[in-house]
């Protein structure tokens, strides 16, 4: 293996992967059914991803120094494009962590899609995804994180809707294309903004990278372009964009919890160690440039802290079983977001990191929940499940447990919840209240989630049963991650990790008091809700009866969707109409130009060209002197007495004139 100082090997990581989709996708066209030589090639491709990421995991422990290698991709003139990639902290945790989730989530694929004819086709998508994911983390090129970036994109629509079949995998497939477009249009604008200004896209290359101190000094003393906003802030809000799109935060979100339409193992992928992380990374990645004016900051942090609790108050009252994760997925990603606007890198980053093992879990349990369940998603026809399986069960309700930041190490949602909680408070209180109050619906929803499942008797039409170990053996190993990795990792120094600069915040005991409290207050309110009382398969909710209003609306998701469609879908539908208006008129327009220029050809062509030039000037002259000439060669007869008439005629003619001249 190369030194530490000769960096460029990682970038294998991300191609071993991308070698393994290529390999898939012949084995496609050779032998469409060799499943189990598409989840070998899928499962190589990415363990030794794994191998070499935990390597570079390692070297980075040991030197937490900023290691990069540059290469000149292209050159236009004296303009170039430069590509490299980036050893860090930051990405040195990533690629740990995506490599390990992604391998246990292909491994419990394996099993999951085993029956489904499309199995080798599904590990080509997988394997396309995770090759984008890693080439975004190792890139220390802007553009080559957003090429990335884009491969993502197209394999998580690729993903979502691997079950074309059903028309809502269908749509949710574009409804996620569509909207992260829209993110990733700002993003776009604001690397060529970026590019223009500063005349690179590397992050990091000798002092004159994009988020060094020469660059972002020479970018705050740019003139304020337009409304009062510097440039540093309008190129960073246009990053967060594209983070906002990636990551599920208002009010770009609405695609994120109809992703769930994908098979359960691509809600994992996406939801925890992956797609959604990539926006939050981001954000991360670039926050030099966020630090550098305070307005990018606060936006970031006011998104994330709107978007935990609007996600948080939805996920109550919806009843599907990945829907409920998937907005408390998008609530997390909130959090995460508000940590890096007010507490930095070290905060946002413990979370994503603590977050996508705990997630994972619960999507992949959630998996064999369902599974096991005969394909059972509604909640309320669920129940009593612990008994029939309680391996997953277990698993489950640790995850949950570490979700919900229960304050008993050392389940890892506690710890690094609890900083960003922190952050808020010692920063901006209304930040804090509202991060409060979205833990507060976190512990609410998972405790009337696990109530309605775990609890009571089955309500289903089919008895459960547990699933093999190929899927239970992940969720072991993932349920020992949630468990123990927030308090070890904080115990072994992962924010002066992450952060060489993180300064700890000031212990505030009524910040840890409230914490503590919503997170079990949370908990203590749903069991009075849910958990006290016997749940019938037909009964209408606990709190549909006490709310029935409220319930809806949230049970309605807010109706974003509603209102997207009555603002956004009505205007686009209104500029449709008009563009196949003005489409229509162009196409009178262009009829009746046509219809006049024909005319007026015809009328040169006609009368014009043939009267005028032709029979009147061009053949009419000619004509003339045909005419005269064939007149003068008639007196050219050649018979003599003719000639002797005429000059006789001549004579009398001329004397009869000199007589009268003589008169």
Known sequence: MPEFSSILWIGLIPIFPLIAAAVIALILFVKPKWHRAAIGAALLGLGISVVISFYAFKLSLSNHTQQTANFTWLQVGNTTVDFGVVLDPLSASMLAMVTLIAFLIFFYSGNYMAEDPNCARFFCYLSLFAAGMLGLVVSNSLILLFMCWEIVGLASYLLIGFWFHKPAAAAAAKKAFITTRIGDLGLFVGMLWAFKETGTLLFYNNGNGLLEDAKLTMLAHLPEPLFGISAIAGISTLIFIGAVGKSGQVPLHVWLPD?????????????????????????????????????????????????????????????????????????????????????????????????????????????????????????????????????????????????????????????????????????????????????????????????????????????PHESPWQITGPLVILALFAAFFGGTAKYLGILEYLDADFAAEHEAPVAA??????????????????????????????????????????????????????????????????????????????????????????????????????????????????????????????????????????????GLLFWWSLI
């Open 259 to 463: 992703a769930m339409e994908g098979p359960t193992p691509v809600s994992a992928l996406i939801h925890a160690a992956t797609m959604v992380a990539a926006g939050v990374f981001l954000v991360a990645r670039c926050y030099p440039l966020f630090q550098a004016d305070v307005v990018a900051l606060n936006i970031v942090a006011w998104v994330g802290g709107l978007t935990a609790l609007i996600a948080g108050l939805i996920a109550i009252g919806q009843n599907d079983f990945k829907r409920i994760l998937a907005y408390s997925t998008v609530s997390q990603l909130g959090l995460m977001m508000l940590g890096l606007g007010l507490g930095g890198v070290a905060i946002g980053m413990f979370h994503l990191l603590g977050h996508a093992f705990f997630k994972a879990l619960l999507f992949l349990a959630a998996g064999s929940i369902i599974h096991g369940c005969h394909g059972e998603q509604d909640i309320r026809k669920l129940g009593g499940v612990w008994r029939s399986m309680p391996v997953t069960s277990a698993c489950y309700l640790v995850g949950a447990l570490a979700l919900c930041a229960v304050p008993i190490p050392p389940f890892s949602g506690f710890f690094s919840k609890d900083e960003i909680l922190l952050a808020s408070y010692n920063t901006n209180p209304w930040l804090f209240t509202i991060a409060a109050l979205a833990s507060l619906c976190t512990s609410f929803y998972m405790a009337r989630q696990v109530f309605y499942v775990f609890f009571g008797e089955y309500r289903g039409h089919e008895h």
């Open 513 to 654: 008091i409230i914490s503590i409290a919503v997170a079990v207050g949370g908990l203590l309110i749903g069991w009075l809700v849910y958990g006290r009382r016997k749940i019938e398969a037909d009964a209408t909710d606990t709190l549909e009866k006490a709310t029935p209003a409220l319930f809806h609306f949230l049970q309605h998701r807010a109706y974003f969707d509603e209102l997207y469609a009555a603002t956004v879908g009505k205007l686009w539908s209104w500029l449709a109409f008009f563009a196949d208006l003005f489409d229509a008129a162009l196409l009178v327009v262009s009829e009746l130009a046509i219809y006049f220029v024909r005319m007026a050809s015809n009328t040169f062509a006609f009368h014009t060209d043939r009267v005028v030039i032709d029979q009147w000037s061009f053949d009419g002259i000619c004509n003339g002197l045909r005419q005269s000439g064939f007149l003068t060669s008639r007196a050219q007869n050649g018979f003599l007495p003719a000639y002797l008439r005429a000059i006789a005629l001549g004579a009398v003619i001329l």
